[in-house]
């Protein structure tokens, strides 16, 4: 018996750690896996599909009022036995126990109905921004993830061009120490050494913080620590390149094009909810009283109903007036569509242009990097050879690294601009 607790205890035990090993956050993420995390555990979009629940209750809420209401009341009332006097004829006040149960109904009423109507629009226009704020995490990951992959390539490229003028500088000192060169080129490789040493200290500080703001987007702790799997090397996309640039613009895909045009029927149901304040409501209402405890003498019926009919005559000009700025406010809302439809039209030229200028900078950096590589790697062996000063040398290093940088930087210009007209695309 206790041999068979021990069994079960021990596959209970395995079990509960199986289960905490799948619960463990991940430490490896690549793009896609980056940006499917965050969409699972960001805060904000957390907060926003939580707009959209209260939407939801929202609706229900106003439905309601427009359905049966029940209420039940239990009335008791005393005179603690106070007796009322007819010319001589004494009449007690009986103690009354009664029960009522009234039913109510709206029958008809414009603005219900609109109320309705614009309580839907409103959890669209939640619904709407859920998926804004989706794509906006989207973009922020996207640039974050690459901004970090381009810190790391030229912390790596300084990390070993640093190596490699370490060992420069000890051969120059060598050489120095022999009377072979000058204390200026001894002077010249620390100086270089000196600054890679500085540049990429500046590198890793500032991949850091990107990286803490990744984790932030991700809902991740700031302190755990996170590893990027993917390069930025293959990260770029020639056919998408060129599918993007022919892609035809449809701005009704625009997130932002589709929130103005819910915010547009939403104000054209609040102009509808104000002509309906010069309608007409109707309701029913059923009542049923049952006495418990009854004097001997009551005039009041067990049933009784009624039909309310409720016509807004005059009232002041207020309605008037409401109706009035509402309609204004739909026009300066069409007016905003308009704008924003030029606006989004113009963005779209802009990007594809910023595209097109980023994929020939970047072409024409990947050609002057590799003409820099084998100039630095001619200029080494003519150092080695002493042909050549270390000041050439170092203004060789000097161009390759520019070169890296520039690259670099083309590199992450290009996938920003992919990323500027994906999300203007709503396709990211």
């Known amino acids: 018996m206790k041999k068979r607790f021990l069994i079960i205890a021990a596959i209970l035990v395995a079990g509960f750690s199986t289960s905490a090993q799948e619960k463990e956050t991940p430490t490896e993420f690549s793009l896609n896996e980056a940006v499917e995390y965050a969409i699972e555990y960001n805060r904000t979009l957390k907060t926003s599909e939580m707009d959209v629940e209260y939407k939801r209750k929202q609706i229900t809420q106003a439905i309601s009022q427009g359905l049966p209401q029940i209420n039940t009341t239990l009335d008791y009332s005393t005179n603690f036995g106070y007796e009322m006097n007819f010319g001589g004829n004494a009449i007690k006040m009986e103690d009354q126990l009664a029960f009522t149960a009234t039913a109510s109904q709206l029958l008809f009423s414009g603005q219900w109905i609109v109320g309705v109507q614009t309580a839907k629009i409103a959890r669209q226009i939640s619904e709407l921004g859920v998926e804004a704020t989706d794509l906006e995490i989207r973009s922020t990951i996207h640039t974050l993830y690459y901004t970090i992959l381009a810190y790391q390539r030229m912390g790596a490229i300084l990390e070993n061009n640093l190596a490699d003028m370490e060992v420069i500088r000890q051969h120059t000192e060598n050489m120095y120490a022999q009377g072979v060169v000058e204390v200026t080129d001894v002077d010249q490789i620390r100086v270089t050494v000196n600054q890679l040493r500085n540049n990429m200290f500046s590198v890793q500080r500032n991949t850091e913080v990107n990286t ?84 001997s003498f009551s005039m009041s019926p067990s049933h009784s109903g009624a039909i309310n009919l409720s016509f807004p005559i005059f009232s002041g000009l207020s309605r008037k007036s409401s109706l009035e700025m509402q309609k204004i406010n739909m026009d300066k809302i069409r007016l905003n569509r308009e704008q924003l439809e030029d606006n989004l039209n113009m963005q779209e030229v802009q990007y594809k242009f910023n595209l097109r200028n980023a994929i020939e900078n970047y072409q024409l950096q990947k050609s002057n990097l590799e003409v820099s590589e084998k100039v630095l790697n001619n200029y080494r062996n003519k150092y080695d050879q002493g042909v050549i000063s270390s000041l050439e040398l170092t203004q060789a290093n000097t161009n390759f690294l520019n070169a890296q940088t520039n690259y670099t930087t083309a590199v992450l210009t290009l996938l920003n601009a992919q990323i500027e007209l994906q999300k203007l695309h709503n396709s990211l």
Do not use: C, H
């Open 212 to 295: 803490n703001l990744l984790k932030i987007q991700m809902g991740l702790p700031v302190n755990s620590q996170i590893t990027l799997t993917d390069n930025i090397d293959n990260m770029i996309n020639s056919d998408q390149y060129s599918s993007l640039v022919t892609e035809q613009f449809d701005i009704n895909q625009n997130i932002n094009y589709k929130q103005m045009l819910s915010q547009e029927k939403l104000q054209e149901k609040m102009v509808s909810i104000e002509k309906w304040s010069f309608a007409p409501t109707i309701s029913a209402r059923y009542s049923y009283l049952e006495k418990i405890v009854e004097p």
